[in-house]
């Protein structure tokens, strides 16, 4: 008996320390997940076509899933090419084109203006209620076009170069090429990019870290909820705190779920939704209990009460005749 109390001890030494080393290891995954997650191979393709390209920054800046808008920022430079005698300003008036938001959209750069970023909104074609495991794809056509001499849009030489970083996704970016057009620079390739977006591992492993917390609550609540039922622990009815807690700390837990899955998103019919139903199933099964046993608790306090007044009157009566006694004497 003595020496199985010492070889116990060290088997629980033993769990605590794989315990905590276990969530030292998944604290180091999740942040070096985080910390390398979100970049994008900076990609670049170029038209074709004599002279110096213009050069068009794309940048993705932020994701919306629920939205299922991609917002992309798109910089001339750092080389504005032939058509900037500068590098600040175009020479002549260049208008970009760009598909694949919600209606073509032209950003203009008038003559001898500073040219700056402008920010468009793509929209994505996928479905967020599959998150975690959301995927969005989305295609832009960007041509860059000067004005001919019967003010139609002529392509001009140009390169598109994707690059940055949005926390949380990965994006990766696909040049295409579309058919030629002939102009007075030579074949230009009219260019476009296709943007593949899914979440991060970063993002999926804290998720997966949430849910898993959300599922230990009701496990923890119906042990014990059990335990109690089966009369292995004393009924206490400040439990029902503890158990309402659990409850109300559900939704809350939901709603911090990276990307805000809405309502009805596959997480809540897979988990969410029987989490719930285990909480509730725990308050039921220890009310159960507790109503089980008042009845037989408020005799056995009557009983008790009942035994202890004429132990009272006694032990005062005894008191008072001993001390009447102790007096006489």
Same mark, same amino acid.
């Not at 230990?216 to 119906?222: K, Q, T």
């Not at 089966?230 to 206490?236: A, F, N, P, W, Y």
């Not at 139903?277 to 099964?285: D, E, Q, S, T």
């Given at each position: 008996?003595?020496?199985?109390?010492?070889?116990?001890?060290?088997?629980?030494?033993?769990?605590?320390?794989?315990?905590?080393?276990?969530?030292?290891?998944?604290?180091?995954?999740?942040?070096?997940?985080?910390?390398?997650?979100?970049?994008?191979?900076?990609?670049?393709?170029?038209?074709?076509?004599?002279?110096?390209?213009?050069?068009?920054?794309?940048?993705?800046?932020?994701?919306?899933?629920?939205?299922?808008?991609?917002?992309?920022?798109?910089?001339?430079?750092?080389?504005?090419?032939?058509?900037?005698?500068? @590098?600040?300003?175009?020479?002549? #008036?260049?208008? /970009?084109?760009? +598909?694949? =938001?919600?209606?073509?959209? *032209? $950003?203009?750069? &008038?003559?001898?203006?500073?040219?700056?970023?402008?920010?468009?909104?793509?929209?994505?074609?996928?479905?967020?209620?599959?998150?975690?495991?959301?995927?969005?794809?989305?295609?832009?056509?960007?041509?860059?076009?000067?004005?001919?001499?019967?003010?139609?849009?002529?392509?001009?030489?140009?390169?598109?170069?994707?690059?940055?970083?949005?926390?949380?996704?990965?994006?990766?970016?696909?040049?295409?090429?579309?058919?030629?057009?002939?102009? @007075?620079?030579?074949?230009?390739? #009219?260019?476009? /990019?296709?943007? +593949?977006? =899914?979440?991060?591992?970063? *993002? $999926?492993?804290? &998720?997966?870290?949430?849910?898993?917390?959300?599922?230990?609550?009701?496990?923890?609540?119906?042990?014990?909820?059990?335990?109690?039922?089966?009369?292995?622990?004393?009924?206490?009815?400040?439990?029902?705190?503890?158990?309402?807690?659990?409850?109300?700390?559900?939704?809350?837990?939901?709603?911090?779920?990276?990307?805000?899955?809405?309502?009805?998103?596959?997480?809540?019919?897979?988990?969410?939704?029987?989490?719930?139903?285990?909480?509730?199933?725990?308050?039921?099964?220890?009310?159960?209990?507790?109503?089980?046993?008042?009845?037989?608790?408020?005799?056995?306090?009557?009983?008790?009460?009942?035994?202890?007044?004429?132990?009272?009157?006694?032990?005062?009566?005894?008191?008072?005749?001993?001390?009447?006694?102790?007096?006489?004497?």
């Amino acid at each position: 008996m003595t020496s199985s109390t010492p070889a116990r001890r060290r088997g629980r030494r033993a769990a605590m320390v794989g315990g905590i080393l276990a969530l030292v290891l998944l604290y180091v995954v999740v942040v070096l997940l985080y910390a390398s997650g979100g970049r994008i191979e900076r990609a670049s393709v170029s038209s074709g076509g004599s002279g110096q390209p213009l050069v068009l920054t794309l940048t993705p800046v932020d994701v919306d899933g629920a939205a299922s808008h991609l917002t992309l920022r798109i910089t001339p430079g750092p080389d504005l090419g032939s058509y900037s005698s500068d @590098q600040f300003s175009m020479d002549e #008036t260049v208008h /970009v084109l760009v +598909t694949g =938001t919600d209606g073509s959209r *032209t $950003i203009t750069y &008038g003559a001898d203006e500073v040219v700056g970023a402008e920010t468009v909104t793509l929209t994505l074609d996928g479905f967020i209620e599959q998150w975690p495991f959301d995927r969005y794809t989305t295609d832009t056509m960007i041509v860059p076009l000067r004005e001919g001499a019967d003010g139609e849009g002529v392509p001009i030489p140009y390169e598109l170069a994707v690059d940055g970083r949005v926390p949380g996704w990965d994006v990766t970016a696909q040049a295409v090429e579309l058919p030629a057009m002939a102009t @007075q620079d030579g074949l230009i390739t #009219t260019l476009g /990019v296709q943007f +593949t977006i =899914t979440r991060a591992a970063s *993002t $999926i492993a804290f &998720g997966v870290v949430l849910l898993t917390l959300m599922v230990i609550a009701p496990v923890l609540v119906l042990t014990a909820a059990i335990t109690v039922y089966r009369g292995r622990r004393k009924i206490e009815a400040t439990m029902l705190g503890w158990f309402g807690a659990m409850l109300f700390a559900t939704i809350p837990l939901r709603n911090f779920l990276p990307g805000s899955p809405p309502i009805g998103s596959w997480v809540d019919y897979l988990i969410v939704l029987w989490v719930i139903a285990a909480l509730i199933a725990g308050l039921v099964i220890f009310i159960l209990a507790w109503l089980r046993s008042g009845p037989a608790g408020v005799a056995a306090a009557h009983s008790a009460g009942d035994a202890h007044v004429p132990g009272d009157g006694s032990d005062a009566d005894a008191g008072s005749d001993g001390g009447g006694a102790g007096a006489g004497e």
